[in-house]
């Protein structure tokens, strides 16, 4: 069983950056793909970015490209995402996942494991 604890969220003012990073404990942290979703308040949670569970490949949402890089460490067990250029429309909790399929994972289902999430507010 893996356990996933996101950190890192926080508030932020329009153009700055944060760095959100996701632990996992218990189980092997390489056998999964690795993902970000985020909920916005009123909205359904939406993908953000992935990971293959090598890091030789990442998929990013579009409204994200260019600005959010995912990144993952499989010695440390972690995965982070590094936002850049924020906009107040990129205010949500980000949550991180864990899926043995990417192309699971990209769609959002059949996800093995969730973390509770961490707040980000991005004031304009």
């Known amino acids: 069983q893996v356990q996933l604890v996101e950190s890192g969220g926080g508030l932020v003012q329009a153009g700055g950056s944060l760095r959100l990073s996701c632990a996992a404990s218990?189980?092997?942290?390489?056998?999964?793909?690795m993902g970000w979703f985020r909920q916005a308040p009123g909205k359904e949670r939406e993908f953000v970015a992935a990971?293959?569970?090598?890091?030789?490949?990442?998929y990013y949402e579009d409204s994200v490209k260019g600005r959010f890089i995912i990144s993952r460490d499989n010695a440390k067990n972690t995965v982070s995402l590094q936002m850049n250029s924020l906009k107040p429309e990129d205010t949500a909790v980000y949550s991180c996942?864990?899926?043995?399929?990417?192309?699971?994972?990209?769609?959002?289902?059949?996800?093995?494991?969730w973390g509770r999430g961490t707040q980000v507010t991005v004031s304009s």
């Open positions: 990971i293959t569970w090598s890091g030789g490949v990442t």
């Open positions: 218990r189980g092997t942290f390489r056998n999964y793909a």
């Open positions: 996942a864990a899926n043995r399929e990417i192309s699971d994972l990209r769609l959002g289902r059949d996800m093995d494991y």
